[in-house]
C-alpha cells in the first residue's frame, strides 16, 4: 500500500524533474524567464496525441513530438526572446506570458477543449509483480526514464566539450565569443534542448494524465517551484526536490488530504526563506 | 503642458467623471469602478517595480488581504460601518507586508520574485483549503454592505450601483493621489535613489532596509484598499479573483504595457487592457490570443510601453520641430 503509493508519488516527481530539468538549463542556467516552457510541455502533448492517432505508435510519437517541439522553442528564441533578453526578467515575462497565452489559444483552436485520452502502449500494460508486490509497469517505465534523462544531461554538461562550451558562455558570454565560439547559436542550442526535454516529459505524462488544455497550468507550476527550490542551474538540486515533492503530493494526499498543496508551498518558502538561491543554487 | 492647461485638463476629468454614470449607463458605470480598481492596484505594484526595481510575483496577496479582511469583518461584526470595513482591509493588508517586510527587504531581484511567489502562493492554497474561514473555492459572498453614514446628510445605500461608483472613485482616487503624494515627497525620491544604486544611497546615510520597508508596506496597504474595494463591488471576495497568480500577474503586465517608471503608466495599461477586451469579447471568444499577441507585440516594438511611445513620438516631433526651424533660420540667413 505505501510503497505503491511511493511508486506514484515517484513517478509523478520524475515527471515534475523531466519538465524542471528543461527549465533548469532555461532559467536556471541561462537566466531566461521562461513562463511559456509549460506551455511547450503542453503543446508536445497535443503533438503526441496527433501522431499517436494517426500512426498509432507511442515510440514514432516519442521520438516525433518533442522534436517538433524544440523546433518551435528554436523559433521562439531566435525571433523573439534574444531580442528582450537585454532588458532582463521583466521583458521575458512580459513576452512568454504572452506566447503561453497564445499557445492556449492555438491549442484550443486547433484540438478543442475537452480532454482527450492517450493510451499506454501495449508493451509497458499491465503490472510487473516481484518482491510480493504488483507494480504498474508504465510508471516504472517513467521513472527510468527520468533517471536516464538525468544520466544523460550530466553527461553532456559536465563531461563533454559541448557541456564545457555551455557552462563557461553561461558565465561570462563576450569572452566565449571573443575566444572564437558561436555563443548565440549555443544559446540557441540549449534553448531547443530544454524545450526537447519538455517535450519528452508530455510525451510520458500524457497517458497518465491525459491531454488538456489546462495540463500547462497544473504542471507548470510545479516545475517551476521545483526549479526555484532545488537551486538555479543544480540539475541534482531540481531531482531531489522533484522526488520530495513528488512523495509529499501522494503521502500528503493520504495523511492530510486537505493540506497537501500546502505542504509544497510551505517546504518552498521556508527553503528559500533560509537560503533564497534554492537548496543547491550556488547564486541567486 | 503649462500650468493652466494642465489645471483645465483636470478640470475636465472631473467633470467627466462627475456625469459618467449619467451618461454612460449601468454597465459602464460597473466597467469603470473595475477599472479604477485595477488601476489603483497597478499603481501601487509599480511603487515597487517601476520605482523602488523590485519584482513581486505575489502583489495578488495585499490585494487578496485586503478583500478578505473587509469581507471577514463585514460577514462576522453585526453593524461595521463602512469606512471602519475598508479601514481593516487596508490594515489587513499593510499588517502583512509589516510581517514580511523583514524578510523580503534583504533579497533584491529574483530572489525577491521567487519569495513573492512562495508566498503568494502559499497564502492562495491556504485559502483554498482553509475551508472553515475563507469558504475555499466559493470565496466569502453576500456579506452586508453597510450604507455610508455622512454626519449632516444621512445615510447613502451602497447597494446602488451609482452611489458605490462615487464612492469607490474617491476613495481609489485618493489613494492613488496619496501614493503620487508619496512619490513626491523626499523618501519617495530616496526610493528611486534605491532602485539605482543601493549602494550610493546606504553611503549618503540612509538606512536602506528601513526604507524599502516604508516603501513596501506603502505598497501592500495601497494594495489592500484596492483589494477592499473590489470585495465590496463584487460583494464576493473568491480564490481565484483575488489571491490567484493571475492576479499578481495582471498589475505587471499592466505596468509594462502602459509604460514602466512612469507613475501614470500603470493606470493607462490597465485602461488600454480593458478597452481592448470589451472591443474583443464583442466579435471573438479568443480573448487570450489578443491578449496574447498585445504582449509580445509591445515587447517586440514599443518595450517602454504607452507612455514610453508617447514620449519618444513626442521627443522626434520636437527634434524635427527644432530641426525645421534651423533650416528656416539658414534659409533666411
Not at chain 1, 3 to 28: D, K, P, R, W
Not at chain 1, 200 to 229: H, K
Not at chain 1, 238 to 262: C, D, E, H
Not at chain 2, 186 to 202: E, F, H, T, Y
Request: glycine share 12%; proline share 4%; aromatic share 14%.
Amino acid at each position: 500500500m505505501y510503497i505503491t503509493q511511493g511508486i506514484h508519488g515517484l513517478a509523478y516527481g520524475m515527471v515534475l524533474f523531466l519538465v524542471a530539468s528543461g527549465l533548469n538549463i532555461i532559467f536556471g542556467m541561462m537566466g531566461i524567464l521562461n513562463l511559456a516552457h509549460a506551455s511547450f510541455f503542453m503543446l508536445s502533448a497535443y503533438f503526441s496525441y496527433q501522431v499517436l492517432t494517426t500512426t498509432g505508435n507511442f515510440w514514432v510519437a516519442l521520438i516525433v513530438a518533442p522534436v517538433v517541439t524544440a523546433f518551435f522553442g528554436i523559433i521562439l528564441e531566435r525571433f523573439f526572446i534574444r531580442k528582450v533578453h537585454a532588458s532582463g526578467h521583466i521583458g521575458e515575462l512580459i513576452l512568454t506570458v504572452g506566447i503561453s497565452l497564445i499557445i492556449l489559444a492555438a491549442v484550443k483552436i486547433f484540438w478543442g477543449t475537452e480532454s482527450l485520452p492517450v493510451k499506454v502502449p501495449p508493451l509497458l500494460d499491465g503490472l510487473a509483480y516481484f518482491w510480493g508486490m504488483d507494480y504498474p509497469i508504465y510508471r516504472l517505465f517513467v521513472i527510468g526514464m527520468a533517471v536516464l534523462v538525468l544520466a544523460i544531461m550530466l553527461v553532456l554538461l559536465y563531461k563533454s566539450r559541448l557541456g564545457k562550451i555551455v557552462r563557461a558562455a553561461v558565465a561570462d558570454a563576450d569572452m566565449v565569443n571573443a575566444l572564437g565560439v558561436n555563443v548565440p547559436v549555443v544559446f540557441m542550442f540549449i534553448f531547443g534542448i530544454g524545450t526537447w526535454l519538455a517535450g519528452v516529459a508530455a510525451v510520458v505524462i500524457a497517458p497518465i494524465l491525459t491531454v488538456f488544455p489546462g495540463l500547462a497550468d497544473q504542471v507548470g507550476m510545479d516545475a517551476f517551484v521545483v526549479v526555484v527550490t532545488g537551486g538555479f542551474g543544480s540539475l541534482l538540486g531540481a531531482f531531489i526536490v522533484s522526488i520530495i515533492f513528488g512523495l509529499l503530493n501522494s503521502y500528503g494526499v493520504q495523511f492530510l488530504s486537505q493540506l497537501a498543496p500546502v505542504l509544497m508551498y510551505a517546504f518552498m518558502a521556508v527553503v528559500l526563506t533560509i537560503r533564497p538561491m534554492g537548496l543547491f543554487g550556488e547564486r541567486e | 503642458m503649462n500650468r493652466r492647461n494642465q489645471t483645465l485638463l483636470w478640470a475636465a476629468v472631473f467633470a467627466l467623471l462627475l456625469f459618467y454614470p449619467k451618461l454612460f449607463g449601468a454597465y459602464y458605470t460597473n466597467l469603470f469602478v473595475t477599472f479604477a480598481v485595477f488601476a489603483a492596484y497597478s499603481v501601487s505594484l509599480n511603487m515597487l517595480l517601476g520605482y523602488t526595481g523590485l519584482l513581486s510575483f505575489g502583489h495578488a496577496m495585499f490585494f487578496g488581504a485586503g478583500g478578505y479582511g473587509t469581507a471577514l469583518a463585514l460577514k462576522h461584526i453585526p453593524g461595521l460601518p463602512l469606512i471602519p470595513a475598508i479601514l481593516i482591509g487596508f490594515f489587513a493588508a499593510m499588517i502583512l507586508a509589516l510581517v514580511f517586510s523583514p524578510l523580503m527587504v534583504r533579497v533584491t531581484g529574483t530572489a525577491f520574485a521567487m519569495l513573492h511567489l512562495a508566498f503568494g502562493q502559499l497564502m492562495y492554497v491556504l485559502a483554498l483549503k482553509l475551508r472553515t474561514l475563507t469558504g475555499g473555492e466559493d470565496g466569502i459572498g453576500r456579506f452586508p454592505i453597510p450604507p455610508l453614514n455622512v454626519p449632516g446628510i444621512g445615510s447613502i445605500s451602497m447597494k446602488n450601483p451609482e452611489n458605490f461608483f462615487y464612492f469607490g472613485i474617491i476613495i481609489l482616487g485618493l489613494s492613488i493621489w496619496l501614493m503620487w503624494f508619496f512619490t513626491k515627497t523626499p523618501l519617495g525620491q530616496v526610493q528611486i535613489g534605491l532602485r539605482d544604486n543601493a549602494k550610493r544611497i546606504d553611503y549618503l546615510g540612509y538606512k536602506v532596509p528601513q526604507t524599502k520597508a516604508v516603501v513596501y508596506v506603502v505598497c501592500g496597504a495601497f494594495a489592500g484598499v484596492a483589494g477592499s474595494i473590489y470585495g465590496l463591488f463584487q460583494n464576493l471576495v473568491s480564490c481565484d479573483g483575488v489571491l490567484g497568480i493571475l492576479v499578481s500577474f495582471a498589475p505587471i503586465t499592466n505596468t509594462v504595457v502602459g509604460g514602466i517608471g512612469s507613475f501614470f503608466g500603470p493606470i493607462w495599461g490597465t485602461a488600454i487592457f480593458q478597452v481592448i477586451e470589451e472591443i474583443t469579447v464583442r466579435y471573438t471568444e479568443r480573448v487570450e490570443l489578443v491578449q496574447g499577441l498585445i504582449l509580445v507585440l509591445v515587447m517586440m516594438f514599443a518595450p517602454t510601453g504607452f507612455v514610453g511611445f508617447i514620449n519618444s513620438v513626442r521627443q522626434r516631433r520636437a527634434a524635427r520641430s527644432v530641426a525645421s526651424a534651423s533650416e528656416t533660420q539658414l534659409e533666411k540667413g
